[in-house]
């Protein structure tokens, strides 16, 4: 009887421990926005994001995480946060941030430029994360404008017949 209950209190410990390195992450929340919903191709295309701290400390040691999805021109990309100057958008997508003192937030805007072949859709994903892992994660997806080459114009007589 002894012997079990000695197997049972260290796994006891561990999920407490989860639970509580779970309640610390709930008080980081992030919200991602593209605009617009929908966007041609050579257009440009922003992304939204704001990070915001609900609990009473202050989150440091934190980035974000927000590769750029396959269709962005990932050279021209660019961010800015709280308003500041643009800055050209780090290659592998992830963005140290200064400390977000208690009850406030940090809001990132990133611009980018739609590729002439990008696909249908573009569907993007933000983290915040530490070094325990992700803190808190939303997606978001933007429709990409169908365009086509009909090829040249042409001209028929009023009446007349066009074979395409």
Not at 32 to 42: E, K, T
Not at 43 to 57: F, H, Q, S, W
Request: aromatic share 4%; with cysteine.
């Amino acid at each position: 009887m002894r012997r079990g209950s000695a197997r049972v209190q260290p796994a006891l410990t561990a999920v407490l421990l989860c639970i509580a390195a779970w309640a610390v992450r709930a008080d980081v929340s992030i919200d991602l926005a593209a605009d617009p919903a929908a966007v041609g191709r050579g257009e440009t295309l922003g992304y939204n994001i704001r990070i915001e701290n609900t609990g009473p400390d202050a989150v440091d040691g934190a980035s974000l995480s927000f590769p750029l999805p396959a269709g962005i021109d990932q050279w021209s990309a660019d961010v800015r946060i709280d308003g500041g100057s643009w800055e050209p958008y780090p290659a592998n997508g992830l963005l140290p941030l200064a400390p977000i003192p208690a009850t406030e937030d940090r809001l990132l805007e990133i611009r980018v430029q739609v590729e002439l072949g990008a696909p249908g859709a573009l569907a993007a994903t933000a983290q915040v994360i530490d070094d325990n892992g992700p803190l808190a994660e939303e997606s978001a997806e933007v429709n990409v404008l169908p365009s086509v080459d009909a090829g040249p114009d042409r001209i028929v007589e009023c009446g007349g017949s066009l074979t395409l």
